[in-house]
């Protein structure tokens, strides 16, 4: 294969996000979408013409997915998921499974390649031992399925090119897990460890390349890094701020790759020496496409 690395830095999105996440491309109107889920606002941002447009949201948001309304996303809000109507600002809640748990929210997710929304939650604060959190798959009739459990933050959610492998990380476990997925089910079967993060590293949000690699945002490392189908390094990008948040591939011919960050997490005077802290970043993919996002069919 063609040697594959990160070219310059095309441009930055200077959003200055508190906690910049779930960013994903949107190749029919040639967006990219994220969200401020600290400030409960989703962005997009038109890449021909760098128009930026905010959206205030009623819940903080975790994350999100497109449908195939422009109008309509499916949002896992903190508190729930949901259907959300851009145009007319109303929620038709799909499922609230962890409502009785205080202290937990919805943070990473994403949709698998056979259009089923996913989203996992995470233990914001913690009120008693036995707290957890856990990942939902919202089928195709919009009724939600616990598929794990014991989690503490739910995160690095992805799919292989095929869709048969899932990828998935508990963050504070400082590891990305491989599980076998029934495409036809949804299921998950035969956990093993694909790639461990050093003790300063947090295992953040992911996204699989044309290829099958894995690219992987690493909290407080400041770095993107891009692992073999084994789980072996295979290029690390250094990014100029410490909390990078997610990943998505983009572009008109899919050739961008497009990191969302955080400054929350920093003390001021740490901040004041990273003024890109919270900006969204955009670089030139050499060698390496990534693949287009599915819409959600429920």
């Known amino acids: ?140 009739r919009g009724d939600c399925h616990q598929r794990l459990t014991d989690l503490e933050i739910s995160n690095g959610l992805c799919w292989s090119p095929d869709g048969r492998t899932l990828y998935h990380a508990d963050s504070p476990k400082h590891q990305i897990y491989q599980y076998d997925f029934d495409i036809r089910s949804g299921l998950l079967s035969h956990k093993r460890l694909f790639a461990t993060t050093s003790n300063n590293m947090f295992p953040d949000g992911s996204d699989v390349d044309c290829a099958g690699y894995l690219w992987n945002a690493q909290w407080g490392g400041g770095q993107v890094v891009r692992y073999r189908p084994d789980g072996e390094v295979d290029l690390i990008l250094k990014l100029p701020v410490t909390h990078p948040t997610s990943i998505a591939f983009g572009g008109p011919k899919l050739d961008l790759l497009i990191v969302t960050s955080a400054k929350h997490a920093i003390d001021p005077l740490a901040l004041s020496q990273e003024p890109q802290a919270g900006d969204v970043f955009i670089y030139q993919l050499d060698g390496i496409l990534g693949l287009n996002s599915p819409r959600v069919r429920s």
């Open 1 to 140: 294969m063609q040697t594959v690395t990160v070219g310059e830095l095309l441009m930055t999105i200077p959003v200055g996000n508190r906690l910049g996440e779930g960013v994903l491309w949107d190749e029919l109107h040639q967006l990219i979408w994220w969200t401020d889920i600290l400030s409960s606002v989703i962005y997009r941002f038109h890449l021909p013409t760098h128009t930026l447009e905010t959206l205030p949201m009623p819940h903080r948001v975790g994350s999100f997915g497109l449908t195939a309304n422009p109008m309509m996303l499916i949002v896992a809000f903190d508190i729930g998921i949901a259907h959300y109507d851009i145009e007319h600002q109303k929620i038709k809640w799909l499922a609230q499974p962890e409502s009785q748990i205080e202290g937990n929210r919805f943070n990473d997710g994403r949709t698998d390649r056979q259009g089923r929304f996913w989203a996992g939650t995470m233990v914001e604060r913690r009120d008693h031992q036995q707290q957890c959190a856990a990942l939902y798959c919202i089928d195709e």
